[in-house]
């Protein structure tokens, strides 16, 4: 009769281990949902906080309204040499951490050609004008290319060679150049915004100048 009332009396008390296990689990399980979406949220935003642009200024007096007017994801703007940039304007930049650089004023005949360098880009016209700017700051002057800045690389090659009957390459890495221009010799060259950096694109667009220009 004793051992009866003992299994009766085991019983609850294995039943509600039962219970605490699963308790137990549930909670854990909680957790680490609730952690992975907060890195989740945490990795998104610093991603998108990493995505940042370039503009070119065409304003003779750059004032504290320019820089106001910029987009929140700019770091970097390019002013002519003459431009005149007020106190107010130089303090925004400087809280907003944007780098001022002065595009060369080259002499006339020094410019890039633009028939020979072609930089495009539909979305953002103001960074394919920065990289311009950049190149004839570096004194690249003469060269060869059409370049295609783009966020959505693969759609602008199928574009270029089903629509334009273009020869057209994606690029992705400074690598690629080297790379593609050995295997064939393309005549529009897509560059993957998403990947590349503004200083690695303009390193690019420096290196694809030197590659030997193929009209169609």
């Given at each position: 009769m004793k051992m009866e009332q003992d299994r009766h009396t085991q019983q609850p008390n294995a039943n509600e281990s039962v219970n605490i296990a699963e308790i137990v689990r549930q909670v854990l399980a909680r957790l680490n949902s609730t952690a992975e979406t907060r890195y989740s949220?945490?990795?998104?935003?610093s991603t998108s906080q990493n995505q940042t642009t370039s503009a070119a200024l065409t304003e003779?007096?750059?004032?504290?309204?320019?820089?106001?007017?910029?987009?929140?994801?700019?770091?970097?703007?390019?002013?002519?040499?003459?431009?005149?940039?007020?106190?107010?304007?130089?303090?925004?930049?400087?809280?907003?951490?944007?780098?001022?650089?002065?595009?060369?004023?080259?002499?006339?005949?020094?410019?890039?050609?633009?028939?020979?360098?072609?930089?495009?880009?539909?979305?953002?016209?103001?960074?394919?004008?920065?990289?311009?700017?950049?190149?004839?700051?570096?004194?690249?002057?003469?060269?060869?290319?059409?370049?295609?800045?783009?966020?959505?690389?693969?759609?602008?090659?199928h574009f270029q060679c089903a629509r334009n009957n273009e020869v057209a390459v994606m690029i992705g890495s400074f690598n690629d150049i080297q790379r593609f221009s050995d295997e064939i010799t393309p005549?529009?060259?897509?560059?993957?915004?998403?990947?590349?950096?503004?200083?690695?694109?303009?390193?690019?667009?420096a290196q694809i100048s030197k590659t030997r220009r193929v009209d169609r």
């Open positions: 949220t945490q990795t998104a935003t003779k007096i750059i004032t504290s309204r320019t820089i106001q007017e910029l987009s929140k994801k700019t770091s970097q703007i390019f002013v002519s040499p003459t431009a005149i940039i007020t106190p107010s304007a130089r303090d925004d930049a400087r809280s907003r951490n944007i780098e001022i650089q002065r595009a060369v004023q080259l002499p006339e005949g020094q410019q890039p050609d633009q028939q020979k360098i072609e930089i495009i880009d539909h979305a953002q016209p103001e960074r394919a004008q920065a990289v311009k700017q950049q190149l004839a700051f570096r004194g690249i002057t003469h060269g060869t290319g059409r370049i295609v800045l783009t966020e959505t690389p693969a759609k602008e090659v005549t529009v060259w897509v560059l993957d915004m998403q990947r590349l950096t503004f200083s690695a694109v303009v390193n690019a667009v």
